[in-house]
């Protein structure tokens, strides 16, 4: 259009000067004024616009399309021709920024409303902001930023999350609870036999023991009513994430997508089976261990979310080292140590830190590795990208 407009340009010059009459003169006169007139209405359009994000969806599985929606508003009473949005878009794992580019017509005196779907390849929160907008006239002959006001600024950025897909798992589960590991919690599914806690009071069946009538009730209801005792349950296991990552590989965002998935499949596994555990990772900002209590489903997403908003560090086996100088910690069950580079030595110090009865050695690879590592104190268990189901379906938790 620009080079359409100066060959008009041009040629109304020619014909001003060859032919006499007025009609030549408004030809020129309105070509030479026309750009004055578009910039100075495109400026003060460029003041009645607002673009902004629309909160939708927080949380995404990696496989599905995130809508992300943007609200556009044209308060002036003149359409634009052509509106281009920048949108900048990043992992917050590895900061690798991408841009996409919007062009839109936006109408007069109107609210518009436009839906991207996205997806995303790995796993970690996603940031998308609006890096710049500008409005372009009906000949393409100007491009002007539209002004940012406190509005576009409080809605100018959207942040979302790619939590793991559930991969299902049917692994055995071990009874620790023989260990003398101490605990305050209880089955809410299952009865036991600690006295401490009352599970259940129902009324006496053939086969209840004696020695669980419950008396007082018994005399209040005129019917002999039985008590049933808790299950104590402890947190026995804990599943601790080395994030440990080698960023100068191609595939290190693979390694860390394998470990976040491996800890989340197995964490949602015990919750089904009602099994409370730990889940322990480094975190750099604070410079102290970071510990979640995985209870139910709710704790159990909350602590993917924090997982995933950690950051990652160069040094390997910050993990356990700061786990192990802390002042309090306690001896689990089981300890599954996640991390994509194999220690010989890490396992004898877990050991000498008596900080389980048993121990296994995640290892995250992007390759399936046939070769097993002997290790004195730690089972060792290749946990393969693309296979983890496959990769720790011998494993007992």
Request: aromatic letters at 12%; glycine letters at 2%; hydrophobic letters at 40%.
């Amino acid at each position: 259009m620009l080079v359409l407009y100066i060959i008009l340009f041009i040629a109304s010059i020619f014909f001003y000067i060859l032919y006499v009459g007025s009609f030549s003169f408004y030809l020129f006169a309105f070509l030479l004024v026309m750009p004055i007139i578009l910039f100075v209405m495109l400026k003060k359009m460029s003041k009645k616009i607002s673009v902004g994000f629309v909160n939708t969806q927080k949380t995404a599985g990696r496989s599905s399309k995130i809508p992300v929606v943007l609200r556009l508003q044209n308060r002036s009473k003149l359409p634009v021709a052509n509106m281009i949005i920048e949108i900048e878009y990043y992992n917050t794992l590895d900061g690798d920024k991408n841009t996409m580019k919007i062009n839109t017509p936006l109408y007069p005196d109107d609210v518009q409303y436009l839906t991207l779907h996205v997806s995303a390849k790995h796993y970690g929160t996603v940031r998308m902001n609006i890096k710049r907008c500008r409005i372009v006239d009906m000949l393409k002959l100007f491009k002007i930023r539209v002004s940012t006001d406190a509005a576009s600024k409080l809605f100018g950025e959207s942040t979302f999350t790619i939590v793991p897909d559930y991969i299902p798992i049917e692994n055995n589960i071990a009874n620790y609870a023989e260990m003398g590991l101490e605990t305050d919690d209880y089955s809410k599914t299952s009865k036991g036999d600690d006295p401490s806690e009352i599970f259940d009071i129902h009324e006496y069946h053939d086969g209840d023991k004696i020695n669980r009538i419950h008396w007082k009730l018994t005399a209040k209801q005129d019917k002999t009513m039985v008590k049933d005792y808790s299950l104590p349950i402890s947190n026995s296991i804990v599943l601790m994430a080395d994030l440990h990552l080698d960023t100068n590989t191609d595939d290190y965002m693979l390694i860390y997508d394998t470990l976040v998935e491996a800890i989340a499949s197995i964490s949602y596994y015990l919750i089904e089976n009602d099994t409370p555990h730990k889940v322990v990772w480094y975190d750099k900002k604070k410079d102290l261990s970071e510990v979640v209590n995985v209870t139910d489903e709710e704790s159990a997403r909350l602590l993917i979310s924090l997982l995933l908003q950690a950051s990652v560090y160069d040094e390997p086996d910050l993990s356990m080292i700061n786990y192990i100088n802390e002042p309090e910690r306690y001896k689990c069950g089981h300890l599954m140590y996640f991390s994509p580079a194999y220690n010989s030595n890490l396992s004898g110090v877990m050991n000498d830190n008596d900080l389980a009865f048993r121990y296994s050695y995640m290892l995250i690879t992007n390759k399936k590795k046939d070769d097993v590592i002997n290790d004195e104190f730690a089972e060792v268990v290749n946990v393969t990208a693309k296979h983890v189901a496959e990769s720790i379906q011998e494993i007992c938790l």
